[in-house]
């Protein structure tokens, strides 16, 4: 019983060490890493890298490889600089033939970027339905939230009290479209501070996609027809200057889809092998061209289509990744594992076990292992009652080795 | 058994009602302050805080269940450590890890009833103000700080039955950084994977304190 | 039947050596008092006694069961009162009996209370707030309500002003020969042992002097006390002193040999002396003539 108590100590105290040790490491060794932004200038027909691993953070090349400075990196993107370059008399008068105006610019600008956080996270399943057509200049927000459960409800929050004849309504809007409760997953912008509201999208439990809305206090309730297993994992709405599409779908089919203003078409972007729970991904669009940016934790893929989703180009880049970088490498070598509580991919808090990559870590699990054994014959420890410590220095390398002397093994 | 009862009531009388009082009075203020809250900003407004922007309306209880854990197991075990007079206890006719289990449960169970009863009080509380999609992910994001109080008690109580200095010194670091596992910066409900591994070790941890025992037993220098 | 029975205890502090084969039984119905000065061990003993301490090598055995896996039902038979009287100080004098209580089937709580009236305490006093001789009242109290076969006194009687000593004393070994008791205690008030003890065992560092009961140990170790002719005369060793101390040109003779195998000695090796007396020896004077005087 005491010795399990023990060896419950050790596997405590090698948890705590395997997240303190690479914890302290990083918190003093750590590098800068490499993370490159990508656009594509309609310019120079070519995209732009800022902060590649060739050129280094702060600096710009094109997709040939060629430095730009940073006079020829606004020249070449004018869409961006417009109010820059106007005000410094640089800016071409039209562009492919379309003229250059200030507003027109700004209405086709989007900035996009999703992140793995935005799936990896409790999810608030309350949201306010706002009055998307109230004749006021500014929006609202209502009195209340609702859920989709079993039924849809609203709570108004000053009673924390179900409003029994808003949800039947809405209910019913729903039942009438064929809406499977309870709700999967459902998607909004739920602030004030947008241009427009278009309520929110949901899918069903059959995994079917509704747009709901509340036009002058009635249900608006949309059906949005999707191709058979689309398999939608996560929805995210943007509120676009030009109104192009509502919103971004990302599939199980490893696709990113957007779905069309008004008409709800579903209109698939021409990237592949899309895996929200572990890629950051980023849409920059302007007046001519969108760049979709797909990024794991060492490369990137960038995609540049035109107004018709076409491919125009496409860009890689890769760079050293964590445990190739100099840091990273020793790291590896010295510890056969680490323990992290949070990661970058995800808000949730729980045991993160990354194995060191490679194999130099065996030289130091065997060097603990040598040096414990050291230890052991010094203090003249009988090595018969220490084989399951040894085991565990083998198993666990550095932490194993200090763990096992702080809780002493003194049984006899 | 119940002399062993009585012997720790005793020793945790005072301290455990303190803390008790200390909760009630924690909650009493965060109550109330909602309640000032939600007046001035309005009920929406409020909601949209902790729904979006998540901000929480109970951090004033953060720290309260590790300072109650560490608090019950001072009151508990430090009198035991003044003279070795544990030496008395484990010479009483009973087995020594038997008694030394039955002090240990008695602490935690009334640390564990204490919990118990503020949870009940917050999910009342709450349950005037709040629907249950405010209060489910509030539960979760608070268990961990609960957990990490039994933590605490559990640690504590094995760093104040270690004989030697350098190990209590070494037993006070780890033990703090498994503590700290309980409390990392996180939004509301980002404990959720976690909470049930998070138990187990706890619970797993309540026996550590037979290790102590047992080398204070075999007379470590 | 042994109470106690010790195997070649040894032990180290460290490299120390506190002592080695130390080996000694106590006979069921019998009193042994544990002499020797600070730091020869009387400390360690009694923690491996009580299972606080395992020896490098060797045991101890009570009610032949080894010390350092002692069954309840054993423990329950032997009182143990700790050097300093160390108690429960947050108790009152009524929780604490109450705490015993409920562990010993056999409690008595008379003689508790008995002892108890003869304080001036207050019924809800903290123990923390007595003296050290009320502490040590109530320590040997709960003792004698737990009515234990064995009796391990760590330094009894530390604290307790001198009548109550010589009280305690007399009515401790009534005690224990009426109920045959068996006790083991130490001491640094060494005239307290003499009337309380039937075997000695004395302790130096790193060795036993002496271990045999106290009648044949006071009849057999005598003091000579020897007034030498000339002041410079050297005094030669010998097997015959278990120690000398001189002052001046007198001897302090310690030996368990006769007057007349001494003065045979002193005569063969030419020492002539003035007054050859034999000195009657307390137990504290043989303790001190045994271990010397610092």
């Not at chain 1, 310019?43 to 094109?62: N, V």
């Not at chain 1, 180009?313 to 990273?328: A, F, I, N, P, V």
């Not at chain 3, 130390?22 to 491996?48: A, C």
């Not at chain 3, 209580?101 to 508790?112: D, I, Q, V």
Request: aromatic fraction near 14%; charge should be neutral; charged fraction near 20%.
């Amino acid at each position: 019983m005491i010795k399990l108590s023990r060896y419950i100590l050790v596997l405590v105290g090698i948890i705590v060490a395997a997240f303190a040790i690479p914890k302290l490491y990083w918190t003093i060794f750590e590098k800068v890493p490499v993370n490159p932004t990508v656009f594509y200038s309609c310019m120079i027909d070519d995209f732009i890298i800022l902060g590649s691993e060739k050129t280094g953070p702060g600096e710009r090349m094109d997709g040939q490889g060629n430095r730009m400075t940073l006079a020829e990196y606004e020249k070449a993107m004018p869409l961006m600089f417009f109010r820059q370059l106007m005000t410094d008399g640089n800016m071409p008068d039209s562009i492919n033939g379309v003229p250059m105006e200030p507003m027109v610019i700004n209405r086709a600008n989007s900035f996009y970027r999703y992140t793995p956080r935005k799936i990896n996270t409790p999810v608030p399943s309350l949201y306010p339905m706002l009055e998307s057509q109230s004749g006021k200049v500014n929006l609202a927000m209502p009195d209340d939230y609702f859920r989709i459960g079993k039924r849809m409800e609203f709570i108004v929050a000053k009673t924390n009290k179900v409003d029994e004849a808003k949800s039947l309504k809405f209910t019913e809007a729903l039942e009438n479209k064929g809406f499977a409760f309870p709700a999967r997953l459902i998607a909004g912008i739920p602030t004030t501070r947008k241009s427009k509201d278009e309520g929110y999208f949901v899918t069903d439990s059959n995994e079917q996609l509704y747009h709901i809305k509340m036009i002058k206090g009635e249900p608006y309730v949309a059906h949005i027809e999707t191709p058979e297993d689309l398999g939608i994992v996560f929805i995210e709405c943007v509120d676009l200057r030009n109104s192009e599409y509502y919103c971004y779908l990302f599939t199980r089919n490893k696709g990113i889809y957007v779905v069309m203003d008004e008409v709800y078409d579903l209109q698939r972007l021409p990237v592949e092998g899309i895996d929200p729970f572990s890629q950051e991904i980023r849409i920059n669009g302007d007046l001519f061209n969108k760049c979709i940016t797909v990024e794991g934790s060492n490369w990137l893929k960038a995609t540049a289509i035109d107004d018709m989703y076409e491919i125009v180009d496409t860009h890689e880049e890769t760079w050293k990744g964590r445990y190739e970088r100099s840091d990273g490498k020793i790291l590896s070598a010295l510890v056969p594992f680490e323990v992290s509580l949070v990661s970058p991919e995800s808000v949730f808090i729980r045991f993160y076990f990354q194995k060191s990559p490679g194999y130099l870590w065996i030289f130091s699990s065997v060097a603990a292992l040598l040096i414990s054994l050291f230890i052991m014959m010094r203090r003249k420890m009988e090595l018969k009652s220490n084989l399951i410590d040894l085991a565990i220095v083998a198993i666990t390398g550095l932490y194993g080795l200090i763990i096992i002397f702080i809780f002493p093994n003194k049984f006899r | 058994m119940k002399s062993i009862f009585y012997k720790e009531w005793i020793k945790i009388k005072w301290t455990f009602l303190a803390f008790l009082v200390l909760g009630i009075v924690g909650h009493t203020i965060m109550f109330l302050k909602v309640r000032h809250d939600i007046l001035f900003v309005d009920a929406v407004n409020y909601w949209y805080s902790f729904l979006f922007r998540g901000y929480p309306y109970f951090s004033i209880l953060k720290f309260l269940p590790l300072v109650a854990g560490l608090g019950i197991a001072i009151a508990q075990y430090f009198p035991e450590t003044l003279n070795k007079r544990i030496k008395l206890t484990f010479h009483l006719p009973v087995g020594e890890n038997e008694i030394l289990l039955k002090m240990h449960a008695f602490g935690a169970s009334s640390l564990t009833a204490m919990f118990v009863f503020f949870f009940v009080i917050f999910v009342s509380g709450s349950y005037i103000y709040f629907p249950a999609e405010i209060i489910k992910p509030s539960l979760l994001t608070i268990t961990p700080w609960f957990l990490g109080g039994l933590a605490t008690y559990f640690i504590t109580a094995l760093i104040l039955l270690e004989p030697i200095w350098l190990y209590r010194g070494l037993y006070t670091i780890t033990g703090a950084g498994f503590i700290s596992f309980f409390y990392m910066y996180g939004t509301i409900g980002a404990y959720k994977p976690v909470i049930i591994s998070l138990a187990v070790l706890t619970l797993l941890i309540s026996t550590g304190v037979l290790f102590s025992g047992y080398r204070f037993r075999k007379g470590e220098m | 039947m042994n109470a106690i029975e010790c195997k070649n205890l040894t032990h180290y502090y460290g490299r120390k050596l506190v002592y080695e084969n130390l080996s000694f039984n106590v006979e069921e119905g019998k009193i042994l008092g544990l002499l020797g000065k600070n730091g020869t061990g009387k400390s360690t003993t009694i923690n491996i006694l009580n299972g606080f301490l395992q020896p490098k090598s060797g045991e101890c055995l009570i009610y032949g069961e080894n010390t350092q896996r002692l069954s309840p039902s054993t423990k329950e038979r032997i009182g143990f009162l700790i050097e300093g009287h160390v108690q429960y100080t947050f108790m009152n004098i009524n929780q604490i009996e109450k705490f015993y209580s409920g562990f010993y089937p056999r409690w008595n709580s008379a003689p508790y209370w008995d002892l108890m009236s003869k304080l001036k305490v207050t019924p809800g006093q903290k123990i923390s707030t007595m003296s050290c001789g009320q502490r040590s009242q109530v320590a040997l109290g709960l003792i004698l309500a737990q009515d234990p076969d064995l009796l391990i006194l760590d330094d009894f009687s530390m604290g307790l002003d001198p009548g109550y000593r010589r009280l305690f004393i007399d009515y401790l070994r009534e005690y224990a020969k009426a109920e045959n008791k068996t006790i083991f205690v130490t001491s640094h008030i060494i005239q307290d042992m003499e009337r309380l003890i039937d075997d000695v065992l004395i302790m130096d560092y790193n060795r036993i002097l002496a271990q045999q009961p106290i009648e044949s140990f006071m009849k057999n170790f005598r003091q000579y006390n020897i007034r030498l002719a000339q002041h410079d005369t050297g005094f030669p060793q010998t097997k015959l002193a278990m120690n000398i101390e001189r002052i001046k040109d007198t001897v302090e003779f310690y030996t368990y040999s006769d007057e007349n195998e001494i003065k045979a000695f002193l005569n063969n090796s030419g020492i002539s002396y003035t007054s050859f007396e034999e000195k009657k020896m307390t137990l504290e004077d043989a303790f001190i003539g045994l271990t010397s005087k610092y």
